[in-house]
């Protein structure tokens, strides 16, 4: 089992940056892939960033390339994603999540979920 929480949305300009941090429980936090992904109000839930148990590969969709850094602490158990250059489009609740076997932008891969995190851009 694998509790994460995630920490660090708020409110922010367009063009602002955010933190945001995922602390696992456990003491296999290496042997998890992490995904965050996010969900806006009427939207499906969308991939944002992955990276796999190394931390060496990463992967991210077209729309975040560029601005958004998903990096991977496993001394502390966390998982970071860096957003930059934030968009109102960008506003959504932003969730974190762990799968031993995958490492994929399919939200049905990953095992394990935080309770999410609001993320607010205004314009």
């Known amino acids: 089992q694998v509790q994460l929480v995630e920490s660090g949305g708020g409110l922010v300009q367009a063009g602002g940056s955010l933190r945001l941090s995922c602390a696992a429980s456990?003491?296999?936090?290496?042997?998890?892939?992490m995904g965050w992904f996010r969900q806006a109000p009427g939207k499906e839930r969308e991939f944002v960033a992955a990276?796999?148990?190394?931390?060496?590969?990463?992967m991210y969709p077209d729309f975040v390339k560029g601005r958004f850094t998903i990096s991977r602490d496993n001394a502390k158990n966390t998982v970071y994603l860096e957003m930059n250059s934030l968009k109102p489009d960008d506003t959504a609740v932003y969730y974190c999540?762990?799968?031993?076997?995958?490492?994929?932008?399919?939200?049905?891969?990953?095992?394990?979920w935080g309770q999410g995190t609001q993320v607010t851009v205004s314009s």
């Open positions: 999540a762990a799968s031993q076997s995958y490492s994929g932008v399919y939200s049905g891969g990953y095992e394990y």
């Open positions: 456990g003491r296999t936090f290496s042997s998890y892939a």
């Open positions: 990276i796999r148990w190394s931390g060496g590969n990463t």
